[in-house]
């Protein structure tokens, strides 16, 4: 079945650029997408990128995909305290019915 | 808009008890699912349905049954609690066509502990 990557940690100043890498392993994924989890909270939506697609933006985020590599990274301009969250990669597989999560980035914003 | 309601919150079982936890969504979604959150293990998929009356297996469905008797409304049991299951868990809901980017929709979470 699909396989998707993250790695577990990311710290940044305040101000600083952040990107998020995840990587995943069915071809055939058709939408992926970025969540955001905010302690005691749920995951929220932030973007998505269709496969036929190289790049989305989105205000502060870029996501970047690679499909011959299957990568997908999450940029985040100007990170602010706020942005301070686990971040989670998925994707989705249209024949399948369900979408495949990554164990998610834990991102620090330092002051 | 409530989007996808999750009851109870907070609950704390001792083992071989049993319950249920609710999940309700009012947007119509025809897909719905249920996750368990463990620290360093990120999202697993208990079960999901794909509509109403239909359930099927996710990665680890041992120890959990469900039921979708309405659209609306997911339901995830425990017929005998055990410690392993002490975990936060996860309702989402979707359309059946992630058409457009339409991403899967969160409840807030209900923390189980089972002692």
């Known amino acids: 079945g699909e396989d998707v990557e993250q790695s577990l940690f990311l710290s940044v100043r305040e101000g600083d650029s952040s990107v998020i890498n995840c990587t995943y392993t069915d071809s055939s994924s058709t939408y992926l997408y970025w969540y955001k989890q905010e302690p005691g909270a749920g995951l929220q939506l932030l973007t998505y990128?269709?496969?036929?697609?190289d790049m989305k933006q989105d205000q502060r985020l870029t996501v970047l995909l690679n499909k011959k590599d299957k990568h997908l990274s999450l940029r985040i301009a100007d990170t602010q305290t706020g942005d301070s969250a686990i971040y989670f990669c998925a994707a989705y597989n249209t024949n399948a019915g369900k979408s495949t999560f990554g164990d998610g980035t834990t991102l620090t914003v330092k002051p | 808009n409530a989007g996808v309601t999750q009851t109870p919150k907070f609950r704390v079982l001792k083992t071989g008890q049993s319950m249920t936890l609710l999940c309700a969504q009012d947007?119509?979604?025809?897909?719905m699912y249920w996750y368990r959150q463990d620290p360093g293990m990120g999202l697993r998929l208990i079960h999901y349905s794909v509509g109403e009356g239909t359930t099927a297996k996710g990665e680890v469905p041992d120890g959990y049954n469900v039921s979708r008797l309405k659209k609306q409304n997911f339901l995830l049991g425990l017929e005998s609690a055990a410690p392993s299951q002490t975990s936060v868990y996860f309702c989402?809901?979707?359309?059946?066509?992630?058409?457009?980017?339409?991403?899967?929709?969160f409840g807030s979470g209900t923390r189980l502990t089972v002692v």
């Open positions: 947007m119509n979604h025809e897909y």
């Open positions: 990128i269709f496969s036929n697609m």
């Open positions: 989402a809901s979707s359309y059946s066509t992630l058409g457009q980017g339409n991403g899967y929709t």
